[in-house]
């Protein structure tokens, strides 16, 4: 799929019947600011079935059923930040996650 910026495509695909749009437009929030130079685009997929699953570029990094869970912030920017940006530091959310 060709982007009008460069950079990869994240989607957070989400269980409308859980009402978890909350959570999936706060987490896209968040990627955004943290990674607008990054980020070509943060897609809100509707879907239903308990799913809460993030991907960038059709490539899963997080999926609630196989991981038991919402990611917590942090991790969740760590993830992303691992294929977007590996070099940069995520500042205090890479030092809490290294004690």
């Given at each position: 799929?060709?982007?009008?910026?460069?950079g990869p495509?994240l989607e957070?695909?989400?269980?409308?019947?859980?009402?978890?749009?909350?959570?999936?437009?706060?987490?896209?929030?968040?990627?955004?600011?943290?990674?607008?130079?990054?980020?070509?685009?943060?897609?809100?997929?509707?879907?239903?079935?308990?799913?809460?699953?993030?991907?960038?570029?059709?490539d899963q990094?997080?999926?609630?059923?196989?991981?038991?869970?919402?990611?917590?912030?942090?991790?969740?920017?760590?993830?992303?930040?691992?294929?977007?940006?590996?070099?940069?530091?995520?500042?205090?959310?890479?030092?809490?996650?290294?004690?």
């Amino acid at each position: 799929m060709a982007h009008d910026r460069g950079g990869p495509r994240l989607e957070i695909k989400y269980c409308t019947q859980c009402r978890w749009l909350l959570r999936a437009a706060w987490m896209a929030q968040e990627l955004l600011m943290t990674f607008e130079a990054e980020l070509a685009e943060v897609a809100l997929v509707p879907a239903t079935g308990g799913v809460f699953r993030i991907s960038i570029d059709d490539d899963q990094i997080w999926d609630r059923a196989e991981q038991g869970g919402f990611p917590e912030l942090s991790r969740l920017k760590q993830l992303v930040r691992d294929r977007v940006a590996p070099e940069r530091d995520l500042g205090h959310s890479d030092r809490r996650a290294q004690r």
